[in-house]
């Protein structure tokens, strides 16, 4: 008995959560990153549009304050955001369900100088993007979007420094 509700209610979340991913390509989604700046996000049929990023690089990362590859990756994000600051918006989501007061506290603790939402707070954007990008919930888990919101990259693991920098120079480079 236990087991058939637990069935129908996944079922019933897939459902929902599909549904939703497929309305989303037509509307947009509003999503508040830990800093209180809010952002609309527009599913397009290749990517994303994200207010306020318009023109820029984005890499857009899953990760989680436990992984031990995210908490290797977010030194070289850093630094890319740094040397690109006016090309490049890091965004990283955390998925490990940690809550927006603990992840403030952790982002200020590593110094991080790029976007972080809290994929607690935003599990509609979270699974939005993980019925797009077919994301099985490994992480870190990257999406790298080009100046005009197009997915070019999505690539699960731990991504070297160098070859971020390239992703960044070829996606830049995109007209």
Request: proline share 4%.
């Amino acid at each position: 008995m236990i087991k058939r509700l637990l069935s129908t209610l996944l079922i019933l979340l897939s459902l929902i959560g599909t549904a939703y991913a497929q309305d989303t390509k037509k509307s947009a989604l509003e999503i508040t990153d830990i800093e209180g700046k809010h952002y609309t996000i527009t599913g397009t049929p290749e990517g994303l549009k994200i207010s306020g990023l318009e023109g820029k690089v984005v890499f857009l990362e899953f990760f989680g304050h436990k992984c031990p590859p995210c908490l290797a990756s977010i030194p070289h994000l850093i630094d890319l955001q740094k040397k690109h600051a006016d090309k490049l918006a890091v965004v990283s989501v955390e998925v490990q369900g940690l809550a927006e007061e603990a992840l403030k506290a952790f982002a200020k603790s590593k110094g991080i100088n790029y976007i972080v939402i809290s994929g607690q707070k935003e599990h509609l954007f979270v699974n939005y993007i993980a019925q797009r990008a077919q994301w099985q919930g490994g992480i870190p888990f990257l999406l790298a979007l080009d100046g005009k919101g197009d997915v070019h990259y999505i690539q699960p693991g731990l991504i070297p420094e160098e070859m971020l920098e390239d992703i960044f120079q070829q996606l830049s480079k995109v007209k």
